[in-house]
């Protein structure tokens, strides 16, 4: 792999920690000055006043006017000769797009090829049903279902204009509808899921190719708009309005699960992990995530996943109260990655946690 190669070019004694100025980068350079590293963000020109607040974590900028300038000549040469290893981070595909996110010459922090299945709604069931992670059922459009269905279209658009609906003839209609405004291309792009009742609990992982562990660093829950917000009216006006919820997300909550909980959950992240080692070679390599409901009798049902770092571990820069469990000092996600980062780095074994 061309990656291989541009290792063998890189001076790991001076390796710096890149990412994206966004959705969970000071957590992720902060963490990386903790473990000594040199820390660089690419960011937008009219964002550079804000993160300049954050000098003392920031060793160098590398302005750019827009995102997909990542993938320029220009950029690649200025992270290739700082020996960057860079963190894809929740945000990184849907702002570079994912023929610049797979091509990217850097050495990134994670599984690559994991990028192209989060690509496809239909993919990423798939990858979860073959771990044998219980998901919820899907149905093809058209098919008959006798439940309410969470109808869910193709990119990371944070919930935007995904529906629920009650009738096969409904979900047809709407997704009709949306091909006509050119929000999606194809009905078939859409999926269709059971819409499980209960609460929403995300789970943040960490596997360790160097310890060969599987960690959990955190818990959390999205506040979404507004199916979050409409216990605040009465039922009956959200009835009367005929008000379709939206699931915009607004910000995260932290959460901190019966421990009873935590078999399972560890279970599932296990599974997760040892079904990208055999399908996706060399398999999930540090942060990911498991999206879930748990019902009222304790039945957790996955909806999705994210195998990178996700915006929820931000609650957690200083630790929580899972990450002191296993190292017993402050430990974000952040720092984590970077602490992961030095261990290869001692060992020789760079090549085994990046892609
Ligand atoms: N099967 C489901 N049942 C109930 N709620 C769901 C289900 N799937 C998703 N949701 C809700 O919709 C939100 C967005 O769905 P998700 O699959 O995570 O899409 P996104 O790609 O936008 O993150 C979730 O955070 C959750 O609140
Ligand atoms: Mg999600």
Known sequence: MFIDDLLLKYDSDKISIGTLASHSSLQIVHGAKQEGFKTILVVLKNRLWFYKQFNHIIDKYIVVDHWRELCSEKVVNELQSEN??????????????????????????????????????????????????????????????DKLVIVKLPGAKGGKDYFIAKKPSEVIEKLNKLVSQGVIRDPREAIIQEYIIGVTAYYHYFYSPILNRLEILGADIRYESDIDGLKRIPQNFTVELGLEPTFTVVGNIPLVLRESLLPA?????????????????????????????????????????????????????????????????????????AREVKLAVERGELNKIVT
């Open 84 to 145: 960057t290893v860079f963190i894809p981070h929740g945000s990184y595909v849907e702002y570079v797009g994912l023929d610049c996110a797979l091509n990217l010459p850097i050495p990134i922090f994670g599984l690559r090829s994991l990028l192209q299945v989060e690509a496809s709604q239909q993919a990423k069931m798939n990858l979860l049903k073959e771990a044998g992670i219980p998901i919820p059922r899907s149905y093809e459009l058209g098919e008959e279902f």
């Open 265 to 337: 959950i560890l279970d599932m992240g296990l599974k997760f992990v040892k079904t990208t080692q055999e399908k996706l070679p060399p398999g999930i390599i540090g942060p990911f995530c498991l999206e879930s409901i748990i019902d009222r009798n304790m039945n957790i049902k996955v909806f999705e996943f994210s195998g990178r770092i996700v915006a929820g571990t931000n609650l957690y820069l200083n630790g929580s109260p899972y990450s002191y469990l296993y190292w017993n000092e402050p430990m974000s996600t952040g720092r984590r990655i």
